[in-house]
């Protein structure tokens, strides 16, 4: 059982770079999200998504783009890399959107540098 | 606006002792749910326990508690029994809006807790 499943779990990119983070699920969930997490800040969501072909912004979506064409995938795009953007990014997923006491499934996380 | 406290950077407990991490929160919405998640060292984030703000009771989960009292919006983990390995980063969580609603969370900056021999 894999569950959720992220790569690369450690890239470095230049400033102006493009790069996409994929995440991938198995558990048929319909909620899939994107987190970015930043020391002394907790984690804070960047985009999520509540079902294939629908993506909605969270707290801090300002340089990342998502799409959601199966229910499986989730990749989390870069479009032109910035120093602000090094952090460690978790993907995230549960079975029902809002169901009670339906906890978050995180992947390992994705540590990525932006020089 | 939703907010998540965790007023406690650090902690330290002794082995087999039982420990309490702070965690308040702030929301206008009648319905929301708290969520608790352990990071170890290695990264990772693991699910710990869950209490809805309807439930009568305060949950448990093997060795842990959440302490919910509602009127003073707290939400604190009880860890009984504390093992070295508890020794990681804890985080307080708060899913906006309703049940049936997204899984949008809230997070709060996190507790270290380390526990001693």
């Known amino acids: 059982n894999a569950g959720v499943t992220q790569t690369p779990k450690f890239q470095v990119l230049k400033t102006g770079q493009s790069m996409t983070l994929q995440c991938a699920q198995d558990m048929n969930h319909e909620y899939m999200s994107w987190y970015r997490q930043d020391p002394g800040m907790g984690l804070r969501l960047i985009h999520y998504?509540?079902?294939?072909?629908?993506?909605d912004q969270g707290e801090v979506p300002n340089g990342y783009n998502v799409s959601r064409s199966t229910t499986e995938d989730f990749p989390l795009r870069l479009l032109s890399a910035a120093p602000s953007q090094t952090s460690v990014y978790f993907c995230?997923?549960?079975?029902?959107?809002?169901?009670?006491?339906?906890?978050?499934?995180f992947g390992e996380g994705s540590r990525l540098t932006v020089l | 606006a939703q907010k998540i406290t965790q007023t406690q950077p650090g902690m330290f407990v002794q082995e087999k002792e039982a420990v309490t991490l702070d965690c308040t929160y702030d929301?206008?919405?009648?319905?929301?749910?708290l969520f608790w998640y352990k990071q170890p060292s290695s990264g990772e984030m693991i699910f710990l326990i869950y209490q809805g703000s309807y439930d009568q009771q305060n949950a448990t989960e093997g060795r842990y508690s959440l302490n919910f009292q509602k009127a003073r919006k707290s939400a604190n983990l009880v860890i009984s029994a504390s093992q070295l390995g508890d020794s990681a980063m804890y985080f307080c969580?708060?899913?906006?809006?309703?049940?049936?609603?997204?899984?949008?969370?809230?997070f709060g900056t996190g507790t270290r807790l380390q526990v001693f021999p």
């Open positions: 929301t206008s919405d009648p319905s929301y749910g």
């Open positions: 995230a997923s549960s079975y029902e959107s809002g169901r009670a006491g339906g906890e978050l499934f």
């Open positions: 998504s509540v079902g294939a072909g629908i993506t």
């Open positions: 969580a708060m899913r906006e809006g309703p049940e049936g609603g997204t899984d949008k969370l809230i």
